[in-house]
Structures are given as structure tokens and as C-alpha cells.
């Protein structure tokens, strides 16, 4: 069984579209996360959520939001899409206190 | 700032051992990272250091010194598969974690 899935593994859109990301984790882990790793690899943490509160939010644009129905799902939804959106986005979980983070297959995402 | 510094790239031999820095610039700084990633691939944990010291698991060992605000991956015994970018990641209190911009290992046979 997966421990972390994303849904879609690809997404090609067009520039102004609105789009969602789904992330799941099935490891009992309270805190999930997103990241944005861009074309030069450089993976930076947007948002971490614990017990379905957000505890980190980065500075993102505000046409990134996520939600967090429960604490196995922790959904990225994107409006208005940009050129410089395109990029992998990987979902994580964890353990607060325990260091290790699971990551997720990643979605690339490309705007057109 | 909040900043990671590793090297971009590293070659070494197969069978060979190599060493991986990573300095560090982090308010609140709580523990050290290590993770790697294949190309097209998710990242994944290698091992943590809050304390200074080495910690060993297998082939891979990781050291810190919070006095220098450094810390390296050890990779002994090379294989072509070790073949990937390794990223060192500074875990604050706040639980914010900041990742180094990646160091590429080449592995020549």
C-alpha cells in the first residue's frame, strides 16, 4: 500500500485555469506538508498542517490555498494559474518530534 | 537570513567514499537532514542529527557540529545507484523546515 499518494502524477494546463491536488497518507502521521520543487531541483516547503490546522504557511501567493478535510488529506488548490506555477509539488507527512518526512510521488504541473 | 550551503556537484568513484557538506544560517535551529532523491523520483529520508556527533545507518553517515553550524553526509562504498542529488535540510523549533539547494553525486565506474 502507498504510504503517501498524490492525484494527478501530471497535470498540463493553460495559464488563468483553476486546478487541484490531492494528497492522501494512510501512516496515522498528524502533520502533512506541501512543497514546490522548482526546474533547478530547489524544493521549498509552502504549507504544513497539523491535526488539520495550518501551523506553516510560507510566503506563497494567495492563489494557493489548502485544505485538510481530515488529518489523512491534506489537498493544494491553485486559481488563476501562472507560467511560473509550473513545477513538481510533492505532499509530505510526518510525526511532530520525529524528524522523518514521507514523501509523495509529486504532481508536475505545467502551465501553458 | 535562512540559508543551506552545499555544493552544487560531486564526482567519485565507485567503491570510493565521499563526503557531502552543508553549512547552515538558521534561527532556531533544531536538528539537521539528510535526504535523497533520484532523478524524477520523490526525495526520501536518509537520517537526522539534533545532537552533534555521527550517526550511522549502514553505509550513510551523517555528522553536526552546532558550534560551526555544519554537518556532512558520508557515503562509503559507492554504488552506481547512490547516483543522485542529496539535500541537507535544517529543522527549526517553529517545526519550519529549509532545504539546501541539492548537491548532484556522480558516480564513475
Known amino acids: 500500500d502507498t504510504a503517501v499518494s498524490q492525484t494527478p502524477k501530471y497535470l498540463v494546463t493553460q495559464m488563468g485555469n483553476d486546478k487541484s491536488i490531492k494528497c492522501e497518507q494512510n501512516?496515522?502521521?498528524?502533520?502533512m506538508y506541501w512543497y514546490k520543487q522548482d526546474s533547478k531541483k530547489f524544493l521549498k516547503i509552502m504549507f504544513s498542517?497539523?491535526?488539520?490546522?495550518?501551523?506553516i504557511n510560507e510566503t506563497v501567493p494567495n492563489r494557493f490555498s489548502p485544505k485538510s478535510p481530515d488529518k489523512a488529506h491534506l489537498n493544494l488548490h491553485i486559481n488563476s494559474l501562472e507560467l511560473g506555477d509550473s513545477a513538481v509539488y510533492f505532499c509530505?507527512?510526518?510525526?511532530?518530534?520525529?524528524?522523518?518526512?514521507?514523501f509523495g510521488p509529486g504532481t508536475r504541473l505545467t502551465v501553458l | 537570513g535562512q540559508s543551506l550551503e552545499q555544493p552544487s556537484e560531486v564526482t567519485a568513484v565507485e567503491g570510493a567514499i565521499v563526503q557531502i557538506n552543508c553549512t547552515y544560517q538558521t534561527s532556531g535551529f533544531y536538528g539537521l537532514s539528510w535526504y535523497q532523491q533520484h532523478d524524477g523520483g520523490a526525495p526520501t529520508f536518509l537520517s537526522y542529527?539534533?545532537?552533534?556527533g555521527l550517526e550511522e545507518t549502514g553505509r550513510f553517515s551523517s555528522f553536526l557540529s552546532r558550534s560551526d553550524s555544519y554537518g556532512y553526509l558520508l557515503l562509503q562504498e559507492l554504488q552506481m545507484k547512490d547516483s543522485a542529488s542529496y539535500f541537507c535540510a535544517a529543522e527549526r523549533r517553529d517545526d519550519k523546515i529549509i532545504f539546501g539547494k541539492g548537491t548532484r553525486l556522480h558516480i564513475l565506474p
Open positions: 498542517y497539523n491535526n488539520k490546522e495550518l501551523i
Open positions: 542529527n539534533a545532537l552533534d
Open positions: 501512516l496515522g502521521h498528524d502533520t
Open positions: 509530505a507527512s510526518g510525526s511532530r518530534g520525529h524528524n522523518e518526512q514521507f
